[in-house]
Each structure stands twice: as structure tokens, then as C-alpha cells.
């Protein structure tokens, strides 16, 4: 039945249009990246929160985290042991959606946010088309492993 009435066009997608000719309205399917991360062993989150790039209210957020940076913080030193005291554990690479299909993708040396109209996954790739026609494939093992130069 894809396709039919705005259904799901196929298993893998997460963002979709419904409707005609692409001016339908953005359907997600937020459990499918849920599902998807915890089989691939992705951190999932959802939060709210404003993000000026995307709009001026408080959104809903679905983020995958493949990989996590701790700031800050001060290391104490007692007996042979240390332990880190204050730091925090931030996002380093991920992608973040938005209720209205607004993407923040976070990689290793950039960060970029997206109007997306279509989001599908394919086994550890994410394939995007953006409401301007590009389409961009995200290999999120790159995004999980560190490089080499980068040491967050």
C-alpha cells in the first residue's frame, strides 16, 4: 500500500511527505529511528528545546548521538586514582530533527541544519533529500569513529 493516501512510501522512511506532488504535509516515523538506533547501538534522545537556526519556539527534538565529548570539568588525584570532577557529557557527532523536519547534522569538522522533506535509512546509512532537491548519504560509522587529527 505505499504510497497510497500519504502512507509510508517504504519500512526505512523516518521523514516523508504526504500528499501530492511533494506539497503534502511531513510525516515522521520517529519510533522506526528509535528502533533503529538501539539495534545499531546509536544513542537515541528527545528533548525540547529552541533552536534559533530552525524557529523561535521550543521544539521537539529526535536526536541519534554517535559519539559523546566530555568538557570541562577538573581531575583529582588521590591515592593513584583520578577521577573528573563537574565535566559533562555533550554531544560530538549527531544528528538532531526537529518536529517541523528541520535537521542539525553535527559531524566531525562541521555543523550544518537542513530542511529536510525525506529521510530514509539504509543499514548504517542515512540518505536525506532537503526541501531544495539535494540529497546527501551519511555513513554514521564515520560519524561514531574519531579521526585521527581530532582529539574530543
Not at 545499531?40 to 541519534?64: K, M, N
Not at 570539568?73 to 570532577?85: C, F, N, R, V, Y
Not at 548504517?124 to 539535494?134: E, I, M, S
Amino acid at each position: 500500500m505505499a504510497g497510497i493516501f500519504g502512507s509510508k512510501p517504504s519500512n526505512s522512511h523516518v521523514i516523508w511527505r504526504s500528499g501530492r506532488d511533494d506539497d503534502g504535509k511531513k510525516r515522521f516515523d520517529f519510533e522506526y529511528l528509535e528502533l533503529w538506533a538501539a539495534q545499531f547501538g546509536v544513542d537515541y534522545e528527545t528533548w525540547s528545546r529552541v533552536d534559533h537556526d530552525r524557529g523561535d519556539e521550543p521544539r521537539q527534538q529526535h536526536a541519534c548521538v554517535f559519539r559523546w565529548a566530555k568538557r570541562g570539568g577538573q581531575e583529582l588525584s588521590i591515592g593513584g586514582e583520578t577521577w573528573t570532577m563537574g565535566a559533562s557529557k555533550k554531544p560530538r557527532t549527531f544528528i538532531e530533527i526537529d518536529e517541523a523536519g528541520m535537521v542539525r547534522l553535527r559531524g566531525w569538522t562541521s555543523e550544518t541544519t537542513l530542511d529536510v522533506d525525506e529521510l530514509l535509512i539504509d543499514g548504517t546509512t542515512l540518505k536525506l533529500r532537503t526541501a531544495a532537491g539535494q540529497t546527501k548519504s551519511l555513513d554514521v560509522n564515520k560519524l561514531a569513529r574519531k579521526p585521527d587529527s581530532d582529539s574530543s
